[in-house]
């Protein structure tokens, strides 16, 4: 299980910024969103940055407006010249403001700008912004559905480069650290990541990133890898591919050292499939379970943990399946450090409380486990 000192390494430097987790970090986005503030916020790659802001948009209920930095021109946001102005002999020629100036400008939505890749912008750029973020304007041309702005960047290590201090400066500022209990959170919230990836985070947390300083390296796992990893692994598995395929398509998405360490946790995963299947049919499954090795047996709670939590969101909420009970019978006969660390990554408290787990037979003790575990 992770402890303290097995936290990944991050960066090398805080850049003299406020540190969040990503659970922080969303908690913030939407309190800045509501007050229409400026926010910036740095890190490494993969950690959420730019999905967290856009999910905090859609949850606020307003209008994103999305823009990559690094591909744009100065022009792109300070308006094109009117060719066609001079040629009416007028005396000054107007500027033609770009079509994503629409939806500021027309409507009534209340927008949400979201500059992602600030770090990679063009230094021509910042000054444009400083108007839009201060005057929430464009060449004293109101923008009035513009309510506030997002801006998103790598470290300068990952190729990034610091933005103008005086953009900063109209800006909160955090630095976004992914720790491996909000990651594994989200995990489970959003069921995106394999349980066997799970179960090997929580095994080998300093593998959720790579190397601060890549040097001569092409490939390091991060969050967005593994990520990556979790979608082929589902997909695969439906269309039958083989571990082998599977275990090198995963070290394609997080390097070769991480994948054959993890490579292990997927030939766990595909043994104990036939157990789990057992589980969930409430038959009695300790002779099998309990001879195994450690990393077994989380990859087993994290398997059946994750396949309830997607049977919970697939009930109406007027009858919990008949597997809540199987399940729960189950985790009172595992140890309660793998019962806290599967339960609260796969099924969550949200799900525990939506459903009334705690009067369900069997999971009273269940909870005693994570309380349990918790206290120690």
Avoid at 55 to 60: M, N, T
Avoid at 121 to 148: C, G, V
Avoid at 185 to 208: F, M, Q
Avoid at 285 to 310: D, Q, T
């Amino acid at each position: 299980m992770a402890t303290k000192n097995d936290a990944p390494q991050m960066a090398s430097s805080d850049f003299n910024l406020q540190k969040l987790n990503t659970k922080d970090l969303s908690e913030h986005v939407a309190a800045s969103i509501r007050i229409g503030g400026n926010l910036a916020v740095f890190g490494r790659r993969g950690t959420g940055k730019t999905e967290i802001a856009k999910q905090e948009i859609k949850k606020a209920d307003m209008q994103e407006v999305y823009l990559n930095m690094s591909v744009l021109e100065r022009t792109d946001l300070g308006g094109y010249p009117d060719i066609l102005s001079s040629q009416r002999k007028e005396l000054y020629v107007n500027f033609l403001m770009p079509k994503f100036f629409e939806k500021l400008i027309e409507g009534k939505k209340k927008v949400v700008l979201l500059l992602d890749e600030v770090d990679k912008a063009d230094p021509s750029l910042f000054a444009p912004l400083l108007e839009i973020t201060q005057f929430r304007s464009i060449n004293h041309n109101p923008l009035p559905n513009l309510f506030a702005v997002l801006m998103t960047g790598n470290l300068i290590s990952e190729g990034g480069n610091r933005p103008s201090p005086p953009l900063l400066d109209r800006t909160e500022k955090y630095l976004v650290e992914a720790d491996v209990a909000s990651w594994l959170d989200w995990a489970g919230k959003s069921g995106k990541i394999h349980p066997s990836v799970s179960a090997y985070i929580s095994d080998h947390p300093k593998d959720l990133f790579g190397s601060v300083d890549p040097e001569d390296r092409y490939s390091d796992p991060s969050p967005r890898s593994w990520d990556r990893a979790s979608q082929i692994l589902f997909k695969g598995e439906k269309l039958g591919w083989s571990s082998y395929m599977l275990n090198n398509k995963v070290s394609g998405c997080v390097g070769k050292d991480a994948g054959i360490k993890y490579s292990n946790y997927y030939d766990h995963y595909m043994e104990l499939l036939p157990m789990v299947e057992l589980v969930f049919e409430g038959r009695e499954v300790g002779a099998k379970y309990n001879p195994l090795e450690p990393s077994k047996k989380l990859v087993a709670c994290m398997i059946v943990c994750a396949r309830l939590a997607a049977q919970l969101d697939g009930s109406d909420g007027k009858k919990l399946p008949n597997s809540v009970q199987h399940v729960g019978k189950f985790l009172t006969n595992v140890a309660h450090e793998n019962v806290l660390v599967s339960v609260r990554s796969q099924i969550q408290i949200e799900r525990l409380v939506k459903h009334s787990l705690d009067e369900a037979p069997h999971w009273k003790d269940v909870l005693s486990k994570i309380n349990k575990a918790v206290a120690t």
